[in-house]
Nanobody, 118 residues
């Protein structure tokens, strides 16, 4: 089992920045690919970004490329999502997830709300 707890969400004006954190406990964090997803009201959950176990490979949705950066600190069992140049359409609940096999997510956090005002 892997437990994931997100933090860092909040209310920010358009053009602002936030950094989300996801702290993991349980099985060996460094063995997992980690991802961030988001779900806006009335919409399906969408992929945002992912990072492989070593941090060497990262993946982004087209909508966030150049604005968001995913990173991880395996010594701290934590993955981060730095979000810059935020837009109102980035408003959503952001959740992190862990994948034992690349892009196959087995564990999910509860999520943290991000609200971007115009």
């Amino acid at each position: 089992q892997v437990q994931l707890v997100e933090s860092g969400g909040g209310l920010v004006q358009a053009g602002g920045s936030l950094r989300l954190s996801c702290a993991a406990s349980g099985r060996t964090f460094s063995r997992f690919m980690m991802g961030w997803f988001r779900q806006a009201p009335g919409k399906e959950r969408d992929f945002v970004a992912a990072i492989n176990w070593s941090g060497y490979s990262t993946y982004y949705a087209d909508s966030v490329k150049g604005r968001f950066t995913i990173s991880r600190d395996n010594a701290k069992n934590t993955v981060y999502l730095q979000m810059n140049s935020l837009k109102p359409e980035d408003t959503a609940i952001y959740s992190c997830a862990a994948a034992a096999r690349e892009h196959e997510y087995d564990y999910w956090g509860q999520g943290t709300q991000v609200t971007v005002s115009s």
